[in-house]
């Protein structure tokens, strides 16, 4: 796998997108050169022929990346990838179309665009399906073998099994034997086996929960030696999902491992970010500061903007800013997490809250310093004390600024359960133990496709 900005991405993928955008630049390339003829010299280096060819290649990885065709653990049948790229270039066409009848001097040359969308549709149709089928050779897959018992065994085989972007394959395991007593047995003779028979494997992964007296080590040390890759599951599992599961999580994880390191100069520069996207935010939205206030003022009666007191870094309190979206009742009883198509919520107030509209005021927050732009959601005091005596490493999350958006908004979505809190809480962590600029502008981008798809609101 490749990491980029602190996330690890199946190097196949990274492939994917490297091979489809030569198919795009190839495609209108040849489409400049047979209807520019001997004109093509020209019309690229004069009339910035290679900049729009650039910006094409660009456009249209954006559109596929929009509709998850870089994703493909998000889809689910393989004729489903044909019928998004079909949507990724019948979009891209109806946009080119609207660009070139607005400004004229976009086109290449007369016709380009239009031959270069025929060839790149029968391009990328037929390169899909050279792909799907490259990816299911045995040459461009690793052998795995999962070293483990109980629930993360099947954990790891389960992902690996549903993760073909992964490029790995389970080729084995040891039956998921629970028996501590005759563990040590039953692993020396599963990896003699492997040694012995010949079969070759790339990667062992160790999965078990307690390795005391467990391993088999000279076994492991002889397949270290003979190049196979042994690897912890926990890592495997955070490479894979992106996430750190607690199960398995100790405090030496914390100590010992790579990253969870606050920099000073690492805060300033962030703080400076983020800063300026609030503030670039707030003057964006200005003009259509009245229309919101109207809509709210037309939804229901009360108030136009919404405090809610939330805890942020050091377990201090401070109040967020909203537009209302609920009616003025809508906490009578108590406070309690907001569900799916909640009736407290106001017409206008739900698709506010679909396109984070309502979130624009806490701008201002991230202004005054009490949040940053990407960072953990901020909780309610009200759960936090029973959410910290139930997920364990809860309070980690209040070590620095809490954030408009975040790792586990673009990933993972609401949380409003005890159960989905603590998934919220793996991503949180894995966020923390990476943080850097680099993973903040990431989870911007990511975070303009969860608005447009209108992912992870309640």
């Not at 900049?51 to 559109?63: E, G, N």
């Not at 000279?218 to 599961?245: H, P």
């Not at 609030?278 to 003022?297: D, S």
Request: aromatic share 12%.
């Amino acid at each position: 796998m490749i990491r980029l900005f602190n996330v690890y991405y199946p190097t196949r993928t990274i492939v994917l997108l490297l091979c489809e955008a030569l198919i795009i630049g190839g495609s209108f390339l040849l489409a400049t050169v047979l209807i520019a003829g001997p004109d093509s010299y020209l019309v690229l280096n004069f009339e910035y022929g290679w900049v729009k060819i650039a910006v094409l290649i660009i456009l249209t990885l954006l559109i596929s990346y929009y509709f998850d065709l870089y994703e493909p653990q998000r889809i689910s049948e393989s004729w489903e990838i044909y019928f998004r790229l079909l949507l990724v270039l019948g979009f891209l066409s109806f946009l080119l179309s609207g660009v070139i009848y607005l400004f004229p001097a976009f086109d290449i040359a007369h016709s380009v665009l239009l031959l270069g969308l025929v060839f790149l549709t029968f391009a990328l149709v037929v390169w899909r399906g050279v792909y799907e089928w490259l990816i299911g050779r045995d040459a461009f897959r690793e052998r795995v073998y999962v070293l483990g018992a109980g629930e993360r065994a099947r954990m790891v085989v389960n992902l690996l099994q549903n993760r073909r972007d992964a490029g790995m394959e389970v080729v084995g395991c040891d039956g998921f034997a629970d028996d501590k007593a005759h563990r040590h047995e039953v692993f020396s003779a599963a990896l003699a086996d492997i040694d012995g028979s010949g079969h070759h494997i790339d990667r062992l992964v160790v999965a078990l929960e307690d390795r005391r007296g467990g391993l088999p080590m000279r076994e492991l040390l002889k397949l270290r030696f003979n190049g196979v890759v042994i690897e912890e599951a926990g890592a495997l599992l955070e490479r894979l999902t992106g996430k750190l599961y607690l199960d398995g999580l100790r405090p030496s994880n914390f100590i010992y491992s790579e990253g969870f390191r606050v920099k000073p100069s690492q805060q300033i520069a962030r703080r400076i970010v983020s800063t300026l996207t609030a503030a670039i935010g707030l003057l964006l939205f200005l003009p259509f500061f009245p229309f919101v206030v109207l809509m709210v003022r037309m939804s229901s009666p009360g108030p136009i903007f919404f405090r809610q007191t939330r805890v942020g870094m050091g377990g201090r309190n401070f109040s967020v800013y909203k537009f209302r979206t609920m009616r003025t009742d809508a906490e009578a009883a108590g406070a309690k997490w907001a569900t799916k198509n909640d009736p407290r919520v106001t017409r206008v107030g739900m698709f506010m809250r679909k396109t984070r509209l309502d979130e624009v005021p806490q701008l201002w927050n991230v202004l005054r310093g009490d949040m940053g732009f990407v960072g953990p959601r901020p909780e309610r005091p009200e759960f936090v004390p029973w959410l910290s005596e139930q997920i364990p490493y809860f309070d980690l999350r209040h070590m620095i600024r809490p954030g408009l958006t975040g790792w586990a908004q673009v990933r993972y979505g609401y949380g409003a359960t005890l159960a989905q809190s603590r998934e919220k809480l793996e991503f949180d962590l894995y966020y923390i133990k990476h943080m850097t600029l680099g993973l903040d502008l990431l989870i911007m981008f990511e975070t303009v496709k969860t608005i447009i798809r209108r992912q992870g609101a309640q």
